[in-house]
């Protein structure tokens, strides 16, 4: 076992307290009123590069929450690996779902439970416990590397693609390399190769100036939530099939090979279905459920509002309503297109008793990685040399925006070496990461530091 795998083990409970200690800050970046816990992220993580042996640890300041950088370059030969992660998390809501406080990380079972624990925190620290390996017992780091850290990720990542921008020579590497999937299973080392993109959207509907009496105005007035339900409705077909004029005119159709490749994945949908308690799955016509997640696009409405929400019934004709949907893109898909696509078929479908309006969020261009890339070769070694079991290559459904501009911008392909499972509950109540993958993780970014020059071609 060389010096680095042995630091690992060695320290495995220092580094698990240390990860702790960052699941308890409460860096939620949608809520401004948490503005100075991502800050305090961004501290703790600042003091950690520098603490671990790393140079020129710099906090950019941004118009939203800070960007951290930080690197390690001995020698210009060597491939350069720029890692990335963000240290901001979820909103804990609905908070009184969870069985122990979000930001108290609990210990259970082998998995520690906290916001945060598997996306990204947990994840995105194994790789600075990795470099510590290698800088702290005096062992040659055989990759140059470079870090990028940021707060803004759940948000869709509004200032990192103009600082990427402002900062190519900064960030100039080979790859990145970023924690932030999942693996197909547990004990199950997987290399994602192909993320979604994501258009999300609100459509807001206003009827009368006010709200109503349901009896003394229904009937004789437009109501704004029958209105935007209906409009909904008429966006998917029985099928599942998205209905927006030129949805899929450049969704790149499923080959023979790629339906294979699926095909061969260990999926069933039985367990599948008993984990979430459901009789029947749902999605579009002729695709099996691993194509629907992550091969296929999709549209879903994430929130609904209008009228009287509250206990009881309260007789009412509402003068608002509104929702809020999310599509996820395959390539070759846009989402500025998509977005203006979206619009234009809703205003279409809006009567002239009510006004509609769609007010577009973040988006993100969906990616596929080559599976001929040597940089997914070295990767998949590393996993098997820790995991020692074959690694599977999949899709996967989520969006990380910002993989498609490290390669439009900087030119290189990203190596998705996710630690997480689709268990890790990454946005729901009670998520947690296991402390074994935690352990693995640091240990197979640290192979894959040690093999990767060999694969240089
Ligand atoms: N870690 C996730 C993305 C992910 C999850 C990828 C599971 C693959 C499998 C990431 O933090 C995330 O949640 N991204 C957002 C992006 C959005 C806010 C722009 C997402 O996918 O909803
Ligand atoms: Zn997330």
Not at 79 to 106: A, C, N
Not at 213 to 225: D, M, Q, R, T, W
Not at 297 to 316: E, F, H, R
Not at 334 to 356: Q, R, Y
């Amino acid at each position: 076992m060389s010096d680095s795998q042995k630091y690992i083990d060695d320290n495995i409970d220092a580094f698990q307290e240390q990860l702790f200690d960052l699941l308890r800050i409460p860096s939620v970046s949608t809520n401004p009123t948490r503005k100075p816990d991502v800050l305090k992220a961004a501290e703790f993580l600042i003091d950690q590069l520098k603490k671990i042996g790393l140079d020129d640890v710099t906090l950019h300041k941004t118009k939203g929450h800070p960007i951290i950088t930080a690197q390690k370059i001995t020698d210009d030969s060597k491939p350069t690996v720029l890692i990335y992660g963000h240290y901001d998390v979820q909103p804990p809501d609905p908070e009184e779902l969870w069985d122990t406080p979000p930001f108290e990380p609990t210990v259970k079972n082998g998995r520690v439970y906290a916001r945060g624990a598997s996306d990204d925190k947990g994840q995105s620290f194994t790789h600075i416990k990795s470099v510590e390996s290698f800088l702290k017992t005096g062992t040659d780091l055989p990759v140059n590397v470079k870090f990028i850290l940021e707060g803004e990720e759940e948000i869709g990542s509004p200032n990192l693609i103009p600082f990427i921008e402002e900062n190519k020579d900064l960030l100039e590497c080979d790859m990145v390399l970023i924690s932030d999937t999942a693996m197909f299973g547990e004990d199950q080392p997987s290399i994602t190769y192909g993320l979604r993109g994501l258009a999300y959207m609100e459509i807001h509907v206003t009827g009368p100036n006010r709200d109503l009496h349901s009896g003394v105005y229904g009937g004789a007035v437009e109501n704004p939530v029958n209105v935007l339900t209906e409009i909904i409705a008429q966006l998917k077909d029985k099928d599942g099939v998205i209905q927006i004029e030129g949805f899929y005119d450049d969704v790149e159709p499923m080959t023979p090979e790629m339906r294979e490749a699926y095909k061969k994945l260990p999926h069933d949908d039985e367990p599948y279905k008993k984990d979430l308690q459901l009789e029947a799955l749902h999605g579009e016509k002729g695709y099996s459920t691993l194509e629907r997640a992550s091969a296929r696009p999709t549209l879903d409405v994430n929130g609904i509002w209008g009228g009287y929400q509250k206990a009881g019934a309260k007789t009412v004709l509402p003068g608002k309503a509104g929702a809020k949907v999310s599509m996820r893109l395959v390539p070759d898909q846009d989402p500025e297109k998509i977005a203006e696509l979206f619009e234009k078929h809703v205003k279409s479908l809006a009567p002239d008793t009510v006004t509609v309006d769609v007010v577009p969020h973040h988006g993100g261009h969906p990616v596929v990685i080559d599976l001929n890339y040597y940089g997914l070769k070295a990767a998949a070694q590393a996993f098997e040399d820790v995991y020692e079991k074959n690694v599977l290559f999949a899709r996967e459904g989520g969006s990380i925006p910002i993989v498609a501009d490290f390669k439009k911008i900087l030119g290189v392909n990203s190596i998705l070496m996710g630690f997480g499972l689709t268990r890790d509950a990454l946005h729901s109540p009670n998520e947690s990461f296991s402390l074994k993958d935690f352990h693995r993780g640091i240990k197979t970014s640290a192979r894959f530091f040690e093999i990767l020059p060999d694969f240089k071609e």
